[in-house]
């Protein structure tokens, strides 16, 4: 049952998503799209038995030479209320996340993509922020 509860999920975030994107469902089912530059996927998974969610990935920025990302990231650059940044220090630079997962069962599609472009709105201005183009 909860491969069918993960599925119906992926379609309702795909749906929502479709709106505003074009997205590609990759062969393991997760949803893939871009928006302002940030590259994102959407998984869903059961953290324990009966608590299935989605993972929204968004792939902010990469290979940031500026040493002060980190601490811009730290103090809010780009602050959002929902997803969690994170900053790892890449092979020619930083690269920055943002990731959020939740409970989707049951939502519609438009609390859905509510939701989901929220976050993804929360990481193209941390972008905007962080990126010189």
């Not at 479709?18 to 996927?41: I, K, N, S």
Request: charged share 20%; with cysteine.
């Amino acid at each position: 049952m909860t491969d069918a509860v993960i599925t119906g999920m992926l379609g309702t975030a795909q749906a929502a998503l479709e709106r505003f994107h074009d997205v590609v469902v990759d062969d393991d089912g997760a949803l893939t799209f871009a928006h302002g530059g940030v590259l994102c996927v959407v998984q869903g998974t059961e953290l324990e038995e009966g608590l299935p969610v989605l993972n929204l990935t968004c792939v902010v920025a990469w290979d940031l030479t500026d040493p002060d990302v980190p601490s811009r990231v730290g103090l809010g650059v780009g602050e959002g209320l929902f997803g969690t940044p994170r900053v790892v220090r890449g092979e020619h630079g930083w690269d920055v996340t943002l990731r959020y997962a939740f409970p989707a069962a049951g939502l519609t599609e438009a609390p859905m993509g509510t939701l989901l472009m929220l976050v993804v709105s929360s990481a193209s201005s941390m972008r905007a922020e962080l990126v010189d183009e």
